[in-house]
T-cell receptor, first 110, second 117 residues
Framework: QKEVEQDPGPLSVPEGAIVSLNCTYS??????FMWYRQYSRKGPELLMY????GNKEDGRFTAQVDKSSKYISLFIRDSQPSDSATYLC??????????FGQGTTLQVKP | NAGVMQNPRHLVRRRGQEARLRCSPM?????VYWYRQLPEEGLKFMVY????????ESGMPKERFSAEFPKEGPSILRIQQVVRGDSAAYFC???????????????FGDGTRLSIL
C-alpha cells in the first residue's frame, strides 16, 4: 500500500465548475500538507500549504485537512481553462522529505 | 526575484557516461532537496542537503548516485555510469531555514530531463 493515494484521473470538467481533488494517507505522523500544480514540462508550483487539520482559503482555492480520517482535499471554484494541469498532493512530518501522491490530471473545457 | 534554477534543462547521455545536474536555490534558502519523477509516476524523494551536509539520503540509490551542496556554488546531483533506467525528470527544491520546530514549504525548479541513449 502506498503511503499517499491519489486518483490519477483524468478529470474533465466544464469551465466554471467546482473541482474537488482528494488524497488519502496512512502515516499518522504527517502534519504538513501541500498542494502543488504542475504544468507540462514545468516544475511543481506550490498552491496551498497547511498545518494540521482545518480549512485554508486562498482566492478560488480551498484546502481541507481531516487528520482523523487521514484525508485531504483541494477545491477549485469557478474553474478556468488555465487551471488545466496535474495537481499533486504532498505531505510530511518534521523531516524534510515530502511524500507525494501520484497526481491528478485536470482538464477544464471552455 | 529568481526562483530555484536548474541546469541544464535537458541532458542526453550514453550508457556508462556521467551526468551532473546543478541546482541553485532561491535567494535566502539554505536547504536543498532532490526528487526524481518517472513517467506516469509522482515525485520520489532522493536526498536532503544543507550547506556542506547531507541530512537525509534515504531515497538515493546506494550506488552510482551522489549529491553535494558546497559552501559556495550550486548543489550537484551526480550519476555515474548511467543506465537506461536513470532516464527521468530530476527536480530540485529549496526552503528557508526552519523556524523552531515548524516545517517550511519547498519551492521547486523546472527540472532537468535526463535521457539515456
Amino acid at each position: 500500500q502506498k503511503e499517499v493515494e491519489q486518483d490519477p484521473g483524468p478529470l474533465s470538467v466544464p469551465e466554471g465548475a467546482i473541482v474537488s481533488l482528494n488524497c488519502t494517507y496512512s502515516n499518522s505522523a504527517f502534519q504538513y500538507f501541500m498542494w502543488y500544480r504542475q504544468y507540462s514540462r514545468k516544475g511543481p508550483e506550490l498552491l496551498m500549504y497547511t498545518y494540521s487539520s482545518g480549512n485554508k482559503e486562498d482566492g478560488r482555492f480551498t484546502a481541507q485537512v481531516d487528520k482523523s480520517s487521514k484525508y485531504i482535499s483541494l477545491f477549485i471554484r469557478d474553474s478556468q481553462p488555465s487551471d488545466s494541469a496535474t495537481y499533486l498532493c504532498a505531505m510530511n512530518g518534521n523531516t524534510g522529505k515530502l511524500i507525494f501522491g501520484q497526481g491528478t490530471t485536470l482538464q477544464v473545457k471552455p | 526575484n529568481a526562483g530555484v534554477m536548474q541546469n541544464p534543462r535537458h541532458l542526453v547521455r550514453r550508457r556508462g557516461q556521467e551526468a551532473r545536474l546543478r541546482c541553485s536555490p532561491m535567494k535566502g534558502h539554505s536547504h536543498v532537496y532532490w526528487y526524481r519523477q518517472l513517467p506516469e509516476e509522482g515525485l520520489k524523494f532522493m536526498v536532503y542537503l544543507q550547506k556542506e551536509n547531507i541530512i537525509d539520503e534515504s531515497g538515493m540509490p546506494k550506488e552510482r548516485f551522489s549529491a553535494e551542496f558546497p559552501k559556495e556554488g550550486p548543489s550537484i546531483l551526480r550519476i555515474q555510469q548511467v543506465v537506461r533506467g536513470d532516464s527521468a525528470a530530476y527536480f530540485c527544491a529549496s526552503s528557508p531555514l526552519a523556524r523552531g520546530n515548524s516545517n517550511q514549504p519547498q519551492h521547486f525548479g523546472d527540472g532537468t530531463r535526463l535521457s539515456i541513449l
